[in-house]
């Protein structure tokens, strides 16, 4: 039976319809998810991610461990509260999971994690932290609201107590601190500005209250997809998974190779550099009408490759998608949808951010 999170009473009695995503009951949408994307786009809204894992790791060797657990260097953090993405990967250099860090204090770090890869991520980092004498604590009984868009930040400052409004103002973009029983990270998934807020589970509905009273929006996985897509963000388990590594998944800005310093697939990674990439990940637009989804055949002038996740723009009005295709393909290609080949532009995402489309997509 899928578990539910401290809102869900919250989202029956707003009308959303509830999926099953990760062992989780989590809202789709709330009757119109273009109408959610726009309002993230335009304004502000907010989502449900409480199933989202919360991982802290504390001990004298936090820092070895994680600097040796991720891709990405965790001496990039010095000062307390920055945060960076990182990939977390296995021997092959293959994606174990896409996550943010959180440097709190030099013995204490937070981790959050996918939904639907939790027992394999926790039965990973468990494994790996015995030889580094640190402690692995999830925190479960955490919830987590993010809200999102060009009004964000002024709605989040708006339900907060007066004595954090302005430390809160000074949260620079990937740095977080904790405001009482608030954990607030400027981090997002979304493309725009905004908040990833973590606060006790019994405390989460009186937040979503005071947020729906300020205007914000409540929004569904669906809205967050288009979302995430049109920023140029991979979804783990689509865009990337164990058997593809950063460097064919359009992610390489996450891996810090050339560093002295021995992380878990970094020679699986310098030897597949040297021998040179067969594939990349990219961005296509549509050019004729239909729709693009995942798993198309996708066919450019120096071989296949296939669509990994695609949809309905609404910023665009425009399909897009992601498509892993051979290194040597050109700026055109074409997808065969139900047998019949329609053109597309091959392109370097974001397609949107900030509100609008970015320059040289369409």
């Not at 099953?20 to 994307?37: A, K, L, R, T, V």
């Not at 990405?72 to 977390?88: E, I, R, T, W």
């Not at 979503?208 to 995430?228: I, K, N, Q």
């Not at 309905?312 to 498509?323: D, E, G, R, Y």
Request: net charge negative.
């Amino acid at each position: 039976m899928p578990q539910q999170t401290p809102l869900y009473d919250a989202h029956i009695a707003a009308g959303a319809r509830m999926v099953d995503f990760g062992g989780w009951e989590m809202p789709i949408n709330y009757g119109s998810q273009i109408e959610e994307h726009n309002k993230v786009r335009q304004a502000a809204g907010m989502f449900d991610v409480s199933h989202m894992t919360v991982v802290d790791i504390s001990g004298a060797n936090a820092r070895d461990f994680l600097s040796y657990l991720l891709a990405n260097d965790v001496a990039k953090l010095k000062n307390p509260g920055q945060a960076f993405y990182s990939c977390m990967l296995n021997e092959q250099g293959g994606v174990v999971d896409d996550l943010i860090t959180y440097f709190l204090e030099e013995t204490f770090f937070r981790v959050v994690v996918n939904a639907a890869t939790h027992d394999k991520d926790m039965a990973w980092i468990n494994s790996q932290a015995r030889a580094f004498d640190v402690v692995v604590e999830e925190r479960p009984s955490l919830a987590m609201i993010a809200v999102q868009g060009p009004d964000a930040r002024e709605k989040v400052f708006s339900v907060l107590p007066q004595k954090d409004v302005l430390p809160a103002t000074e949260l620079k973009p990937f740095s977080a601190g904790q405001f009482g029983d608030l954990f607030i990270a400027r981090t997002g998934y979304t493309g725009e500005d905004g908040f990833e807020i973590s606060l006790p589970g019994t405390a989460a509905c009186s937040l979503w209250d005071r947020l729906l009273e300020a205007g914000v929006s409540p929004c569904g996985l669906g809205a967050r997809d288009t979302l995430r897509l049109e920023a140029g963000m991979n979804l783990y388990g689509q865009d990337m998974d164990e058997s593809v590594t950063p460097l064919e998944s359009g992610l390489a800005w996450t891996v810090a190779l050339k560093d002295q310093r021995s992380f878990i697939g970094k020679e699986a990674l310098l030897q597949q550099k040297d021998a040179g990439l067969k594939e990349k990940l990219v961005g296509l637009v549509l050019q004729d009408r239909g729709v693009l989804r995942p798993g198309q055949r996708i066919v450019t002038d120096a071989g296949e490759g296939v669509t990994t996740s695609g949809s309905f723009s609404p910023t665009l009005q425009k399909a897009i998608a992601f498509a892993r295709i051979p290194k040597n393909a050109t700026q055109t290609c074409q997808v065969d949808i139900r047998g019949k080949l329609l053109n597309c532009s091959i392109v370097r995402p974001p397609f949107a951010r900030n509100g609008s489309v970015c320059e040289g997509i369409i």
